[in-house]
């Protein structure tokens, strides 16, 4: 491991990290490469048990690289929604590829209070806007004419710089020329997220919920199919005391959904709430002998807390 001496932007950021987590967390510069560019694949959050390491694994900027995973961890602590996976398609390879899809579009709406924290303690200077965009550029190459099957991963790198560079209209001159069909769909999706302020863990969830639905929006405006990230992925639920005392039936609808539970590997029935039809939380069907309506009446009858509880489901209290 390397010996990096992080700035006091960084210190500050790992303490207040060090102060929430009921154990220890550390920096840990790991390896010599320096790419010149850089990407949020460069650090990674490994946790075990009351010790959790943020690794870099490229310096070339580490304070801005370390800083961007310290903040991702932050929120998480902080009680942010998260993204789950309880459900499977019956290929790992599928459901891995839809799990990074998915963490990726959470990342991207996350990244407008990441990115602003960055901003506003000085660890986003020219240099690292440079570098950021070599990444873009190391990422996705200019486009075809006709388009090729790279245009869902240039859809959110452009939308995720977007985010990063906000109204850089050199930035944006750049990707009108090299993705000239991706920049209005990204600019679009971007309009959507930014239309009302991540400031709170119910905002980051709607907004979430607005870029699952607009990104299979534009997917299939393409011809693309959609990533269906409102069935496939559960989301934190952010609710009121008033709420967690309502029956589930109020708040939710069981989905009988053709995925299934990967913990019992049973048809999967996808909690869905019924204000903005997201992914809340996933059951499994009942064995054969328990399959009778009085199976999901008993489900329907629990208030929402009581469900919650009885399967250790988290969830945020606005």
């Given at each position: 491991m390397q010996n990096i001496e992080i700035n006091d932007q960084v210190q500050s950021l790992l303490d207040?990290?060090?102060?929430?987590?009921?154990?220890?967390?550390?920096?840990?510069?790991?390896?010599?490469?320096?790419?010149?560019?850089?990407?949020?694949d460069q650090a990674q959050t490994v946790q075990d048990k009351d010790h959790i390491m943020v690794q870099v694994s490229d310096l070339t900027a580490p304070n801005y690289t370390a800083s961007h995973e310290l903040l991702h961890l932050l929120m998480t602590l902080r009680g942010f929604p998260q993204v789950y996976f309880a459900v499977s398609m019956g290929n790992d390879t599928l459901d891995e590829q839809m799990m990074m899809l998915?963490?990726?579009?959470?990342?991207?709406?996350?990244?407008?209070?990441?990115?602003?924290?960055?901003?506003k303690h000085d660890l986003i200077d020219d240099t690292v806007e440079a570098e950021y965009l070599k990444g873009v550029q190391a990422t996705i190459k200019p486009e075809p004419d006709p388009v090729d099957d790279q245009m869902t991963l240039r859809?959110?790198?452009?939308?995720d710089?977007?985010?990063?560079?906000?109204?850089?209209?050199?930035?944006?001159?750049?990707?009108?020329?090299?993705?000239?069909?991706?920049?209005?769909?990204?600019?679009?999706?971007?309009?959507?997220?930014?239309e009302k302020p991540v400031d709170s863990p119910f905002t980051l969830r709607r907004n979430v919920v607005k870029l699952f639905k607009a990104f299979d929006d534009q997917l299939q405006k393409w011809g693309f199919p959609a990533l269906n990230n409102q069935e496939f992925t559960t989301l934190t639920s952010v609710l009121s005391e008033r709420q967690l005392r309502l029956e589930v039936r109020q708040l939710f609808e069981l989905f009988h959904s053709d995925m299934v539970d990967i913990k019992t590997k049973r048809r999967a029935y996808v909690g869905i709430n019924r204000a903005d039809r997201q992914n809340s939380f996933v059951i499994s069907a009942p064995k054969p002998d328990d399959d009778t309506p009085d199976y999901y009446k008993d489900i329907y009858d629990m208030t929402v807390a009581d469900l919650f509880k009885k399967m250790e489901m988290p969830y945020i209290i606005r």
């Open positions: 207040a990290t060090n102060a929430i987590f009921p154990g220890k967390v550390e920096l840990q510069f790991i390896g010599q490469l320096q790419a010149g560019y850089v990407r949020h998915a963490t990726e579009l959470y990342d991207i709406v996350a990244h407008q209070v990441v990115v602003s924290e960055q901003r859809l959110m790198t452009v939308l710089a977007l985010v990063f560079f906000g109204d850089n209209e050199q930035v944006k001159a750049q990707f009108a020329k090299d993705y000239p069909v991706t920049l209005p769909a990204a600019q679009k999706l971007y309009d959507v997220i930014t």
